[in-house]
């Protein structure tokens, strides 16, 4: 078996430092030869590898990205726009891995959740194509909640309603939530251990900091903590967001459908810190008994974990705080409405560090090894 040179771009970052993690606790670095590129420190100290201290490449230097086998990056997409074209057009043939948006719509490039389409990767990676790109993650997570129904394709319109973390948008925004927290608690801190101080006294002095110019803001632009944001990314048309309209585009090249499913919603950005959630209401195409319906989700892969629609079960299982740092993907809620036997409500919950960024990538990366 070829052992392979693997460059990794923006392992610092968020996904970066989970995919690194990963790889660390499945002793992934033993069977490749790991080169780490940067965009700012080129020739500085880089992480420590089987012990043994690595030198940081400059993550721009075509020569030595032409003598990769594979190039990992979570660096973003403004550097895949600089680099990924050029090296295709110098005739680079390697394997691309690439945690963002950029290339994900491409014909030349498949999106990857192995779990749920496998069979598209491996199809694709047949054909010759070496673009191999991660999805969504909040569309990964649902997918990963929700593949046994999207599997026995009974999902005739899906309707996402989005709870989505603040480490969604990044390192730099998980700082300033925390921020916005410490500012909001200190603002109230004298009146909550004052047993004479009024619930309407505290509320005034909490949203009267949340308004305030004074509130760090930098990065999502209004306050987060305490508060929600029902719009994620630029508008694409009629009011809809780039984050709901990946929801249909992204699901149907990874399912790889020939009769597209129907998928919209609307995203929010909540102050929780890790792991996206969802509810997500959905149009069956036929009636089909809820014991069934169970069946195929929790028997869709080995990660999902079907909690009972109990409110001690739920509570317990089914929120961010207990899958945060978990490969488990947990689907709890589910129960037919009232409106109809075809109609299906789910709470799904996932670590979108893991399944929806990092996991994927770090997993493609073994079936490249793996076909060698």
Same mark, same amino acid.
């Given at each position: 078996?070829?052992?392979?040179?693997?460059?990794?771009?923006?392992?610092?970052?968020?996904?970066?430092?989970?995919?690194?993690?990963?790889?660390?606790?499945?002793?992934?670095?033993?069977?490749?030869?790991?080169?780490?590129?940067?965009?700012?420190?080129?020739?500085?100290?880089?992480?420590?590898?089987?012990?043994?201290?690595?030198?940081?490449?400059?993550?721009?230097?075509?020569?030595?990205?032409?003598?990769?086998?594979?190039?990992?990056?979570?660096?973003?997409?403004?550097?895949?726009?600089?680099?990924?074209?050029?090296?295709?057009?110098?005739?680079?043939?390697?394997?691309?891995?690439?945690?963002?948006?950029?290339?994900?719509?491409?014909?030349?490039?498949?999106?990857?959740?192995?779990?749920?389409?496998?069979?598209?990767?491996?199809?694709?990676?047949?054909?010759?194509?070496?673009?191999?790109?991660?999805?969504?993650?909040?569309?990964?997570?649902?997918?990963?909640?929700?593949?046994?129904?999207?599997?026995?394709?009974?999902?005739?319109?899906?309707?996402?309603?989005?709870?989505?973390?603040?480490?969604?948008?990044?390192?730099?925004?998980?700082?300033?939530?925390?921020?916005?927290?410490?500012?909001?608690?200190?603002?109230?801190?004298?009146?909550?251990?004052?047993?004479?101080?009024?619930?309407?006294?505290?509320?005034?002095?909490?949203?009267?900091?949340? *308004?305030?110019? +004074?509130?760090?803001? #930098?990065?999502?632009?209004?306050?987060?903590? %305490?508060?929600? &944001?029902? !719009?994620?990314?630029?508008?694409?048309?009629?009011?809809?967001?780039?984050?709901?309209?990946?929801?249909?585009?992204?699901?149907?090249?990874?399912?790889?459908?020939?009769?597209?499913?129907?998928?919209?919603?609307?995203?929010?950005?909540?102050?929780?810190?890790?792991?996206?959630?969802?509810?997500?209401?959905?149009?069956?195409?036929?009636?089909?008994?809820?014991?069934?319906?169970?069946?195929?989700?929790?028997?869709?892969?080995?990660?999902?974990?079907?909690?009972?629609?109990?409110?001690?079960?739920?509570?317990?299982?089914?929120?961010?705080?207990?899958?945060?740092?978990?490969?488990?993907?947990?689907?709890?809620?589910? *129960?037919?409405? +009232?409106?109809?036997? #075809?109609?299906?409500?789910?709470?799904?919950? %996932?670590?979108? &560090?893991? !399944?929806?960024?990092?996991?994927?990538?770090?997993?493609?990366?073994?079936?490249?090894?793996?076909?060698?």
């Amino acid at each position: 078996m070829k052992r392979l040179r693997v460059g990794f771009a923006g392992y610092r970052g968020m996904v970066g430092s989970v995919l690194m993690e990963r790889m660390r606790s499945e002793n992934d670095f033993s069977g490749i030869d790991a080169v780490f590129l940067s965009t700012s420190k080129a020739g500085q100290p880089g992480p420590v590898i089987n012990g043994q201290t690595t030198v940081l490449e400059d993550a721009y230097n075509r020569d030595i990205l032409n003598n990769l086998d594979v190039i990992i990056t979570c660096q973003g997409s403004n550097y895949t726009k600089k680099i990924h074209a050029d090296l295709r057009t110098g005739g680079w043939n390697g394997y691309w891995i690439d945690a963002a948006s950029e290339l994900r719509m491409k014909d030349s490039s498949v999106l990857l959740l192995d779990p749920v389409n496998r069979e598209q990767i491996n199809a694709a990676l047949s054909s010759g194509m070496k673009d191999l790109i991660g999805a969504n993650c909040t569309v990964s997570t649902m997918l990963m909640s929700l593949a046994g129904l999207f599997k026995n394709d009974v999902i005739e319109w899906a309707n996402p309603s989005t709870y989505q973390a603040v480490s969604g948008a990044g390192a730099k925004h998980v700082i300033e939530l925390l921020q916005q927290m410490k500012v909001v608690g200190l603002a109230a801190d004298d009146m909550l251990n004052d047993p004479s101080a009024s619930l309407a006294s505290i509320d005034k002095q909490v949203s009267d900091q949340l *308004r305030s110019p +004074s509130l760090p803001t #930098e990065f999502f632009g209004y306050p987060i903590a %305490g508060n929600i &944001l029902p !719009w994620i990314d630029k508008e694409v048309r009629g009011g809809q967001s780039r984050e709901e309209w990946k929801a249909a585009a992204e699901t149907n090249k990874i399912l790889g459908t020939k009769q597209p499913v129907a998928i919209d919603g609307t995203c929010v950005r909540v102050g929780s810190l890790r792991s996206h959630a969802q509810a997500v209401t959905m149009k069956l195409k036929r009636d089909i008994p809820l014991e069934e319906i169970e069946s195929m989700i929790s028997s869709a892969h080995e990660w999902v974990n079907l909690v009972s629609n109990t409110r001690e079960a739920t509570l317990e299982q089914l929120t961010p705080v207990a899958v945060s740092g978990t490969l488990q993907i947990a689907v709890g809620r589910v *129960r037919k409405l +009232s409106i109809g036997p #075809e109609y299906l409500s789910a709470f799904v919950v %996932g670590d979108q &560090l893991l !399944w929806g960024a990092a996991e994927p990538l770090r997993r493609a990366l073994k079936i490249i090894i793996n076909r060698q």
